[in-house]
């Protein structure tokens, strides 16, 4: 199903954070704020994860009028499944550790 | 908070500004991606931290555009990346096999053929000999810059060079007094550019002449030039309605001319004959080694408008002086009219030995035989037997030099003509297929983008003509750009070895005719010879069947579409 992605150490933070609250929608500013990557480096990357299966997308009306709409992103099970396992994978190889909780 | 923090940053507002404008134009594949990035603006507090999105959005934005540029590229001519919309079914147009970067990197291939070096030269020359090698005003603005550097570097040779080559005579006198001025030792330019056969008026003033007088007061040259200056109006007023040229006349009109008189006096006295030509030639070298890429045009108006002497002056001022001469010696003044002759046969003994053109070394022969022939009377009038014979020897001499010189000339002349004519045949062939080539792809390339753009239901021979063309016309774009070039290295060799001052002096003349048979066998001239209409009719015949054959062809190659 979908493509072999190569998996970088900012894509293994992106899986983290998604991977957090799982079942719960995210957005791509608090996304970055909290994995620290830019836009120009997440969208990519959600780009990529979206294509190869992995990620859920919708759009949410926003609360105030006249502002667009918001994306939102959320892994389904099987890419729930995916990055747990390349976490791990990561971990033990120590190619990535997640980062501290910030206080 | 947030709204009251951000709403009066300006920063703010072109962020998001910059922002919607990229998603209004956002490829539409991706352009919701795009619409993401935007929809989070709202949510961000601090001004700097929005314009750190929106960059980071605008470089999604790029990549979005180059992914599609690529996606573009990989489709054949005339197909749009939206492809999907047009119709695939059996009414669909055709569109070419190939794609459209295949095509881009046949094209880049031909144009970078073409700016290479010899390849810009090559284009330069084939197109200066279409113009039959009149400078042009972009040569003109070339040689203009040209001087404007030398004139603040206070480089008096190229000054002297664009002095040479500047097509018009008011500039070029004024580019030469430049040079002058910064060098004295170049004021044998003054002498040395005197261009009739360019229909150009570089006649030097009086001024001029004098200065030239007082340079190199030794040179017959430079006295030449004078009488040549005084004489030419008498030339012009002896010149008759259709051109015929009352010669009786002129002659005692300039045997009345005592200025004339004297110069030419002077010049057959003078101890040495020099017109320069090797300084003008290590000039033209030098500057041309200096500026490769000036046009062809400019180098053909500096080496075709080298100063000859006027022939037609020199023979009446020589026949005026054997004819004084026979008088002296009937009137028992012998010694007076041997003195007249020797100046003849003297002048023209200088002319031999100066080892220029072999214009001037006829002309040379031209005066020994006028002279002797004026001893040999004066001696048989006098039953001076032994004498009489002596110069009959020395005319033979000199009629047999006389008859070889003209022999090896035309002989060299025709010879090199020869070897030049299929050369400049090829190339000019190979550069007018280019040209009509290029011209072709370029409208069928434009056509069929449009025809996508506009979606015109085209289809038919003519869209598979067109189509074919975009296939195949690069490749043979190519292949004749190699064809161009390969037939231009000889000519190039020429060039370069010209430049570097390896040509001996029949080789300069190998360039000057490679100059003239290229100008003969450009478009303008095309259909003047049979041997080229011919050819003509030949390739056009080619053509028709090549057209056929591929017509042939395409209705089953491009019977099945591409979908």
Redesign the interface.
Known sequence: MGLRLRVSRQTLAVLDRLLDQPTHWHYGYALSQQTELASGTLYPILMRLEKAGWLQTKWEEAPVAGRPPRHCYRLNANGREWAREELRAAQSSKFWKPAPEKA | VIVAKRGSSLLYRVAVRSMRWAVSVWPER?R??G??????M???AEPRAAV?????????FL?AVLAQFLEWMKLPVGRRVSGSELPSAEDGPQFPKYSRLATAVVLLAVVTLLFLPMGRQAARTVEASWRGYAPSSGDRQDLEALAAKAEKENDSRMLGFVALTYPDDERAKHFADRAVALDPNLLWIYGSRYSYCCGLDTRPTAERVKKLKSYDPENAMVYLVNATVEGEPLIEKNMGVKGGLAREQLREDLAKDSEWRRNMDAALRAPKYDNYYQQRQELMREGWKKTPDLSPAAIATGLWSFSLPSALQIQAYAELRVKQALQAAAGANVRDAESMLGDVTGLGQKMIASRTAPFEQLLGLGLMKRGLEGYKKIYEAQGRTSEANDVVAQLREVETKTKERTHAYLARREGIERGLRRKALVLELTAILSLLLATAIGLSLLWLEISAVREWKSGGWRRRAVCGLVDYGPTALLLTSLVFLWSFRPIAAVFEQYRSGELGQPKVLALFWEFCRLGAASPAQFLGEPYHQWLLATVLLVGILVFVVLHGLMSHGYGTKNT
């Open positions: 991706s919701e991606w619409t993401a990035v935007l929809g989070e709202g949510e961000i750190s999105w929106a960059a980071g959005g605008f470089m999604l990549r």
